[in-house]
């Protein structure tokens, strides 16, 4: 069985720019959530969605915004860089529902490696 | 302000000796817990987890244990290899239906030869 994909692996971007990652879950899991990791601050919540709805959001600008498609696919879309964008983004497919309920677990993808020069 | 709190950022062991990682949390909703090992490159992977309701859960070579009255937590590895080198998270999942895991800010763990 497949994993997490992210795509791509690395990006460089100038600020002020916008950018779009991509995320193809777990087959069957419906579920996708993004994190942002930067050195020293773990993984911050981003945004979870589920069968194309966005079910919780962090505490993030709205700078950052993502999608979910029919096929389960997300994309997360960060306009206006900054140069404190800079991190690895990381997906993660559930099952059913992120942390939801009891032992429901992630699945991460490899993460896109953003710098923002 | 942090909800899962990973105090120390880096541990050095020696091979075939015990690893001990902690973990504190502040929110006392938090009913089960999991930790995740990241190599560089790599995204997270599921190591073990404990509910709220246990005190200890083993899996091989791993142990977590759990204090409620004191919100903390701790993983331990025995013995160390060096192929467990890896940033370690602690993370916390509330009982609140939508909310979603909370990540600690990770421990890395450089087991020597």
């Known amino acids: 069985k497949a994993g997490v994909t992210q795509t791509p692996r690395y990006l460089i971007k100038t600020r002020g720019q916008q950018v779009t990652l991509s995320c193809s879950p777990i087959s069957g899991h419906r579920s996708v959530s993004w994190y942002q990791q930067t050195p020293g601050q773990g993984l911050q919540f981003l945004f979870e969605y589920f069968s194309e709805t966005q079910r919780n959001k962090g505490n993030f600008p709205g700078r950052f915004s993502g999608r979910q498609f029919s096929n389960s696919r997300s994309e997360m879309n960060v306009s206006t860089l900054e140069l404190g964008d800079s991190a690895l983004y990381l997906c993660a497919s559930s099952l059913v529902y992120a942390g939801g309920i009891g032992d429901e677990k992630l699945f991460f993808g490899s993460g896109t490696q953003l710098s923002v020069l | 302000d942090q909800q899962v709190k990973q105090n120390s950022p880096s541990l050095s062991v020696q091979e075939g000796r015990i690893s001990i990682l902690n973990c504190d949390y502040t929110?006392?909703?938090?009913?089960?817990f999991l930790w995740y090992k990241k190599y560089p490159a790599e995204g997270p992977t599921f190591l073990i987890s404990i509910s709220s309701i246990k005190d200890k859960n083993e899996d091989g070579r791993f142990t977590v244990f759990l204090n409620k009255s004191a919100k903390h937590l701790s993983l331990h590895i025995v013995p160390s290899q060096p192929g467990d080198s890896a940033v370690y998270f602690c993370?916390?999942?509330?009982?609140?239906?939508?909310?979603?895991?909370?990540f600690g800010p990770g421990t890395r763990l450089s087991v020597l030869p």
């Open positions: 929110n006392s909703m938090f009913d089960y």
């Open positions: 993370a916390a999942n509330p009982s609140n239906y939508g909310q979603n895991f909370v």
